[in-house]
């Protein structure tokens, strides 16, 4: 069994930061590709950022240059440095890996609330 257990989520004012945290647990051989996701009210989810096991990163334009994702490979975990927040960051905010065992499968958490005041 694999679980990914996110924290850091909050209420902050707008210009603020944040710092989610994602660790996986459980039966790992190994972890790929992992990343973070958001979904707001009414809107779909979508991509904020990901990370490659080489530190390789891809981000949504929307967050470009406020928002940082890293990983600690030794801990299995995944981070999302969020600054310069705005009300429009407000979401719950997912994390995924691609993680192998037998074969690799995507695993979700369970979702962390992002709420950013003006």
């Known amino acids: 069994q694999v679980q990914l257990v996110e924290s850091g989520g909050g209420l902050v004012q707008a210009g603020g930061s944040l710092r989610l945290s994602c660790a996986a647990s459980?039966?790992?051989?190994?972890?790929?590709?992992m990343g973070w996701y958001r979904q707001a009210p009414g809107k779909q989810r979508e991509l904020v950022a990901t990370?490659?096991?080489?530190?390789?990163?891809n981000y949504a334009d929307s967050v470009k240059g406020r928002f940082t994702i890293s990983r600690d490979s030794a801990k299995d975990t995944v981070y999302l440095q969020m600054n310069s927040l705005k009300p429009d960051d407000t979401a719950v905010y997912y994390c995924n890996a691609d993680i192998r065992r037998a074969y690799i499968t995507t695993y979700w958490g369970q979702g962390t609330q992002v709420t950013v005041s003006s």
């Open positions: 990370i490659t096991r080489s530190s390789s990163t």
């Open positions: 459980g039966s790992i051989f190994s972890i790929h590709t």
